[in-house]
């Protein structure tokens, strides 16, 4: 146990030099190296024609072919190797296939053989490797589910693949009760069924992205509400606090006016009161005076006073002054009673114009499904005859523009392309909007703002600025194009485009209509100014607005 115990061994050390793995039946030829018994042996096989003998390792040569005998020290070595790579193997966890083979505790395997219909660790698996009758056996990835690979009516391994019953079976069930039925080999229905799988992923894959982008753009409007909500809320806060200021203004100022006329009103009753007071005073003193002029015994004293007093007896008398025991300002208040019944109607009706939902654009759009939806949203358009290029024509009341063959005799005016044959509608795209086109040639079908440059060279094409969205048709691509960024797109577009917008949305999409609509693509952008129909027409084509 002791001498086990101090070994120490490393399996490169007992590697054969030809085969280059451990040691099988290993043999030592007289140079002192060793071999695996059947390397060496087939070796000096192919040498007994020359009759002379070599170590494959350091080339010293032999004659007669030495005797090989096992090396059993060597082997005693290996084996003990091997007993320490077993105790030092990690057993299998509690998710891992075990081998059934490994006796003891169980280690992970590797592979699984579905002729053994049974699982090997690396060590167990090796005959599969190395015997020649096991070679032909077919590994596969370690599993526990090898039974259900199994026919369970004749114990055969399933490799066909029964259509007409959409099941799994051995080549014997197409002898029995499968006998006539449409069979392929299962490898050959996993490739197709793989192809619809590979589709499915596809098709699982674009509808994940195009939810993200629904998220991205839901989380986007959510942000956009709750901006636009703070932003509302402010400016109500602000309107009306300047509301109540300019009310508390005119209050104060009302207040002030009738302050002014109480001050003025107290002002002449004052001047009143004063001149009452003197007018008291001085029939007082003049009672005074008569009553003393009453009780004179002089005769002659009383008749010259008297006549004194007769004369200064003209003084002025206030009795007339009417006195308003009640200053009233009612017609202030009435007018303010009148003003607060007013100003509360006119809230009333102002803020029955304010629908609920008029505080934010809604969120979740209702998008039209079939062109049935989309012509709900139909709009009439027409061109504009002073936005055409003068290679341009129009007819039929300005609703078909060709490209013509000679210079159109048009009027000098701001407006008018003069660059690219273009023209736009005269109409502007208010809310939603649906309209067709028919086309043939090469044509590019675009929205655009008014203010696109009209003079200039190229960023005044439609697509090639960051004014104008557009859709370039041919009989050969289909590209879309904003602001010199272009998009290849898949198809082939039918004769007549359908366009629609939603400005309010930030969404602009093109289809191809014909008995179905298919759409072509959707751009999801900011519009921050009135869009119109464009078109670009160029050599041997046209445009004309459909009905």
Same mark, same amino acid.
């Given at each position: 146990? *002791?001498?086990?115990?101090?070994?120490?061994?490393?399996?490169?050390?007992?590697?054969?030099?030809?085969?280059?793995?451990?040691?099988?039946?290993?043999?030592?030829?007289?140079?002192?190296?060793?071999?695996? *018994?059947?390397?060496?042996?087939?070796?000096?096989?192919?040498?007994?024609?020359?009759?002379?003998?070599?170590?494959?390792?350091?080339?010293?040569?032999?004659?007669?072919?030495?005797?090989?005998?096992?090396?059993?020290?060597?082997?005693?070595?290996?084996?003990?190797?091997?007993?320490?790579?077993?105790?030092?193997?990690?057993?299998?966890?509690?998710?891992?296939?075990?081998?059934?083979?490994?006796?003891? /505790?169980?280690?992970?395997?590797?592979?699984?053989?579905?002729?053994?219909?049974?699982?090997?660790?690396?060590?167990?698996?090796?005959?599969?490797?190395?015997?020649?009758?096991?070679?032909?056996?077919?590994?596969?990835?370690?599993?526990?589910?090898?039974?259900?690979?199994?026919?369970?009516?004749?114990?055969?391994? *399933?490799?066909?693949?029964?259509?007409?019953?959409?099941?799994? =079976?051995?080549?014997?069930?197409?002898?029995?009760?499968?006998?006539?039925?449409?069979?392929?080999?299962?490898?050959?229905?996993?490739?197709?069924?793989?192809?619809?799988?590979?589709?499915?992923?596809?098709?699982?894959?674009?509808? =994940?992205?195009?939810?993200?982008?629904?998220?991205?753009?839901?989380?986007?409007?959510?942000?956009?509400?709750?901006?636009?909500?703070?932003?509302?809320?402010?400016?109500?806060?602000?309107?009306?606090?300047?509301?109540?200021?300019?009310?508390?203004?005119?209050?104060?100022?009302? !207040?002030?006016?009738?302050?002014?006329?109480?001050?003025?009103?107290?002002?002449?009753?004052?001047?009143?009161?004063?001149?009452?007071?003197?007018?008291?005073?001085?029939?007082? /003193?003049?009672?005074?005076?008569?009553?003393?002029?009453?009780?004179?015994?002089?005769?002659?004293?009383?008749?010259?006073?008297?006549?004194?007093?007769?004369?200064?007896?003209?003084?002025?008398?206030?009795?007339?002054?009417?006195?308003?025991?009640?200053?009233?300002?009612?017609?202030?208040?009435?007018?303010?009673?009148?003003?607060?019944?007013?100003?509360?109607?006119?809230?009333?009706?102002?803020?029955?114009?304010?629908?609920?939902?008029?505080?934010?654009?809604?969120?979740?759009?209702?998008?039209?499904?079939?062109?049935?939806?989309?012509?709900?949203?139909?709009?009439?358009? !027409?061109?504009?005859?002073?936005?055409?290029?003068?290679?341009?024509?129009?007819?039929?009341?300005?609703?078909?523009?060709?490209?013509?063959?000679?210079?159109?005799?048009?009027?000098?005016?701001?407006?008018?392309?003069?660059?690219?044959?273009?023209?736009?509608?005269?109409?502007?795209?208010?809310?939603?909007?649906?309209?067709?086109?028919?086309?043939?040639?090469?044509?590019?079908?675009?929205?655009?703002?008014?203010?696109?440059?009209?003079?200039?060279?190229?960023?005044?094409?439609?697509?090639?600025?960051?004014?104008?969205?557009?859709?370039?048709?041919?009989?050969?691509?289909?590209?879309?194009?904003?602001?010199?960024?272009?998009?290849?797109?898949?198809?082939?577009?039918?004769? /007549?485009?359908?366009?629609?917008?939603?400005?309010?949305?930030?969404?602009?999409?093109?289809?191809?209509?014909?008995?179905?609509?298919?759409?072509?693509?959707?751009?999801?952008?900011?519009?921050?100014?009135?869009?119109?129909?464009?078109?670009?027409?160029?050599?041997?084509?046209?445009?004309?607005?459909?009905?």
């Amino acid at each position: 146990m *002791m001498a086990e115990a101090s070994i120490s061994v490393d399996q490169h050390q007992f590697s054969c030099p030809v085969c280059l793995d451990l040691l099988k039946d290993p043999v030592t030829v007289p140079c002192g190296h060793s071999f695996c *018994m059947v390397c060496i042996n087939g070796c000096w096989d192919q040498q007994d024609q020359r009759g002379l003998y070599s170590c494959p390792q350091c080339r010293e040569t032999f004659t007669p072919r030495p005797v090989l005998c096992r090396n059993y020290f060597i082997a005693e070595m290996l084996e003990k190797l091997k007993k320490a790579e077993d105790r030092a193997a990690p057993p299998a966890g509690s998710g891992d296939v075990e081998c059934d083979f490994c006796t003891g /505790r169980k280690r992970k395997a590797a592979k699984s053989c579905l002729t053994c219909l049974a699982s090997f660790c690396e060590d167990h698996l090796k005959p599969h490797y190395e015997g020649a009758a096991w070679k032909k056996h077919k590994l596969v990835k370690a599993s526990t589910r090898l039974q259900e690979k199994i026919c369970s009516q004749h114990d055969k391994l *399933m490799e066909i693949y029964c259509r007409t019953d959409r099941s799994c =079976i051995c080549y014997l069930c197409t002898m029995d009760e499968h006998k006539g039925h449409d069979t392929v080999p299962a490898a050959a229905q996993r490739t197709q069924k793989q192809r619809e799988l590979e589709e499915m992923q596809r098709d699982v894959q674009q509808r =994940i992205q195009e939810k993200q982008k629904k998220l991205q753009e839901l989380e986007q409007a959510v942000n956009t509400l709750k901006r636009c909500a703070q932003t509302a809320v402010e400016d109500t806060e602000r309107i009306w606090t300047e509301l109540i200021c300019s009310i508390e203004k005119k209050r104060s100022e009302l !207040t002030e006016l009738i302050r002014a006329q109480e001050e003025a009103e107290l002002s002449a009753a004052e001047e009143l009161l004063e001149k009452l007071e003197q007018e008291i005073a001085d029939l007082k /003193r003049r009672n005074t005076e008569l009553e003393q002029l009453s009780l004179t015994e002089d005769h002659i004293h009383f008749l010259q006073s008297f006549q004194f007093l007769s004369v200064s007896s003209g003084s002025e008398d206030s009795s007339s002054i009417s006195v308003h025991h009640h200053l009233s300002f009612d017609g202030v208040r009435s007018a303010l009673s009148d003003l607060k019944e007013r100003l509360e109607e006119f809230c009333r009706e102002e803020f029955r114009k304010i629908p609920p939902q008029a505080a934010a654009a809604p969120l979740l759009l209702s998008e039209p499904n079939s062109r049935e939806d989309f012509l709900q949203y139909f709009c009439q358009l !027409t061109l504009d005859p002073k936005t055409v290029h003068c290679r341009l024509s129009l007819s039929e009341n300005n609703r078909v523009v060709e490209r013509s063959k000679i210079v159109q005799s048009y009027s000098d005016h701001p407006y008018r392309f003069a660059w690219y044959p273009q023209v736009l509608s005269v109409e502007s795209l208010s809310g939603r909007c649906y309209w067709e086109v028919e086309w043939s040639g090469e044509v590019d079908i675009s929205v655009s703002y008014k203010e696109i440059s009209r003079k200039g060279g190229i960023e005044c094409a439609f697509g090639r600025n960051d004014q104008s969205w557009m859709l370039q048709c041919s009989t050969s691509s289909l590209t879309f194009w904003h602001n010199y960024n272009i998009t290849a797109l898949p198809g082939r577009p039918s004769s /007549r485009i359908g366009v629609y917008v939603d400005p309010s949305a930030a969404i602009l999409s093109f289809y191809s209509v014909s008995d179905t609509m298919t759409l072509l693509h959707t751009v999801h952008s900011t519009f921050t100014q009135p869009l119109y129909a464009g078109f670009c027409v160029w050599e041997g084509s046209a445009v004309r607005l459909c009905d």
